[in-house]
């Protein structure tokens, strides 16, 4: 499961992709306005961007991400077709173009392979601990978990990322609401939860390890 981003005025734009993406167990975010995006790219996987849009362009927000050290993969959507359009795209920082009119398919091909490229993974196999985030499962062993909603989009979360430290506040962003939960005691809530369903011993985890002052990050080589 990978977050993500779409930036698009085209209602019917956003919600064709969405209905792709969430297809692949992707979760997604959608935006219309440009000036609405640069506080979203931080907790998102990959951004879909169109390059014409109210307020700040893809173009701009591209080069406003990259100046500030941020990493993600981004796609331009744009009618735009000429070669020196695409250029200054991949100079900025952009890693991929679809021209407009698109089939969907192709796009979501497109973030597949940018996913990939980024390493997200769809599969997690750690041990015993197996996590599909196409199907929304996680089995243990021959068993398989019973986690809400939230509780697998925050194994998945570290999981696709493992070694990497999240922070509490990070975790909101991601995967709450923050301004509505208030406290960042609620990832501490889930994260215990998490443990007792993966049969984790907290003073020794397998899989989610507490980084003290900071967060928690995954354990592990996945397989």
């Known amino acids: 499961m990978a977050r993500i981003l779409i930036v698009d005025d085209d209602v019917a734009i956003q919600e064709i992709l969405e209905a792709y993406l969430t297809g692949e167990g992707h979760s997604v975010i959608k935006v219309g306005h440009g000036d609405a995006v640069l506080p979203l790219l931080a907790g998102a996987d990959l951004a879909i961007l169109d390059w014409m849009l109210p307020g700040l362009s893809g173009l701009e927000i591209a080069r406003e991400a990259r ?8 796609l331009m959507l744009s009618a735009r077709s000429e070669e020196d359009d695409k250029l200054r795209g991949l100079d900025i920082g952009i890693d991929d173009y679809v021209v407009k009119p698109f089939s969907p398919r192709e796009v979501l091909a497109r973030v597949r392979a940018l996913l990939r490229r980024a390493g997200v993974r769809h599969e997690v196999h750690v041990g015993a601990l197996r996590l599909n985030a196409r ?3 996680v089995t243990l062993g021959q068993d398989v978990l019973e986690l809400s909603r939230l509780e697998f989009d925050l194994l998945a979360t570290l999981a696709q990322h493992p070694g990497l430290v999240w922070t509490r506040e ?3 962003e991601r995967l709450w609401d923050s301004a509505l939960v208030g406290s960042s005691r609620v990832i501490d809530v889930h994260i215990t939860s998490l443990r007792k369903k993966l049969g984790e011993d ?20 996945p397989e």
Not at 67 to 74: A, N, Q, T, V, Y
Not at 207 to 214: A, K
């Open 67 to 74: 100046s500030r050290g941020l990493e993600l993969p981004m």
């Open 170 to 172: 990070r975790l909101l």
């Open 135 to 137: 199907s929304r499962q």
């Open 202 to 221: 907290s003073d020794c985890p397998r899989y989610i390890e507490t980084v003290r002052g900071v967060g928690y990050r995954f354990k592990g080589d």
